[in-house]
């Protein structure tokens, strides 16, 4: 399973991106996909993830100004974002817990990531 994510770029605080993700391979269901970020010296934080019933979660800093979305049957995860800030700043990384069996035919999920895409903000 791969995971594509495109979207990213420079704009100027106030103004609007769109981050788009799509998952590719064997793919039998996914239970959540999201987007996380790594902003310079600080650690990856979760920035919205959506489950596979359409529940929504966003960090508190983006709630109002960001807009997840998916569908399921294209595996595909975009992320509206509004009103950025130079906060917003870091690298993307799209992320998709993938259902898998193991050896034994066991059920579980497994944890994608994306490349990253660098989402710059200026004041």
């Known amino acids: 399973v791969q995971l594509q994510a495109s979207g990213g770029g420079l704009v100027q605080a106030g103004g609007s991106l769109r981050l788009s993700c799509a998952a590719f391979?064997?793919?039998?269901?996914?239970?959540?996909m999201g987007w996380y970020r790594q902003a310079p010296g600080k650690q990856r934080e979760l920035v919205a993830s959506?489950?596979?019933?359409?529940?929504?979660n966003y960090t508190e800093s983006v709630k109002g100004r960001f807009t997840i979305s998916r569908h399921n049957l294209k595996n595909t995860v975009d992320l509206q974002m509004n009103s950025l800030q130079p906060e917003d700043t870091a690298v993307y990384y799209c992320?998709?817990?993938?259902?898998?069996?193991?050896?034994?035919?066991?059920?579980?999920?497994?944890?994608?990531w994306g490349q990253g895409t660098q989402v710059t903000v200026s004041s």
């Open positions: 391979g064997s793919i039998f269901e996914i239970k959540t």
């Open positions: 959506m489950d596979i019933d359409g529940v929504a």
């Open positions: 992320n998709a817990d993938v259902g898998v069996w193991d050896e034994k035919r066991r059920y579980g999920f497994l944890e994608h």
